[in-house]
């Protein structure tokens, strides 16, 4: 349902996000082995390097569950979606009791309970209110130099031996060239309070992407325009039973 008086006096905010790399980005290779989790970067249909939304989206919901979790709040666990809210299945009754404390956990018109998480990011029953756009490079791909392949065996995470004949090849963006990715973060105007704040405490905690980091792949820092958050939204980010 859609609330006229919210839209009206809340209107959608958008923060301009720019992801600067600072090394070489691991980027998803043809018949590389992984989940999305090892592919932090993609191409476009006309050839741009691009970071999914996808990527961004998860990597910045699980910092901003560790962030709230932390601060006391009654957050589900994810990814599982019988664990999420509403239904958290399998929760121990005190700890369940928690998110029907009070209206922090509440959203308009409907009378179940979701975690701040699952009100921003969205569970199965309910959309996301903080939408992200895919990250692009700017650059034109012909202005960038000639990039690098680097070998790379795939290490069996049990017995953390390198597998036969798993030699893969990871594409890899041009090293030191502080390439720019950018797009945009859209705030519903019906999103919790405390939604700029996390975001951006949660930004802050993403210094990569990707799953090669420890590989020296994938370092950034981000800059970010039009997302002010001031003393009052600082508050917000402590849940009601203790503020
Ligand atoms: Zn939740």
């Known amino acids: 349902m859609i609330y006229l008086q919210e839209l009206l006096s809340n209107p959608v905010e958008t923060i301009s996000l720019t992801a600067v790399i600072d090394t070489a980005l691991c980027v998803g290779a043809g018949g590389s082995s ?23 989206k998860g990597r910045l919901r699980h910092e901003c569950e560790k962030i709230s979790r932390g601060l006391g709040w009654a957050i589900c666990q994810g990814p599982n979606p019988q664990m999420m809210c509403p239904q958290r299945a399998d929760f121990p009754e005190d700890e369940a009791r928690r ?9 308009p018109g409907d009378h179940r309970y979701h975690c701040l998480i699952c009100q921003m990011f969205g569970n199965p029953a ?3 209110r903080v939408i992200f756009d895919d990250l692009i490079c700017q650059e034109e791909p012909e202005n960038l130099p000639p990039e690098v392949l680097r070998p790379g065996v795939t290490i069996n995470r049990r017995r953390h031996t390198a597998e036969e004949k798993k030699l893969y090849f990871l594409e890899t963006s041009p090293a030191n060239v502080q390439l720019k990715f950018t797009g945009d973060i859209l705030i519903q105007p019906n999103s919790p309070a405390s939604t700029k704040a996390l975001i951006l405490a949660g930004l802050h905690h993403i210094n990569a992407l990707g799953g090669s980091k420890s590989v020296g792949l994938g370092w950034l820092r981000w800059e970010i325009q039009g997302l002010s958050v001031d003393e009052k939204d600082w508050q917000t980010l402590l849940p009601g039973e203790i503020k």
């Open 34 to 56: 992984g989940s999305l989790a090892d592919k932090p970067i993609v191409r476009t249909a006309d050839n741009k390097l691009l970071i999914p939304a996808s990527q961004l």
């Open 126 to 128: 309910l959309p996301s």
């Open 99 to 107: 998110f029907q404390r009070d209206e922090d956990y509440r959203v």
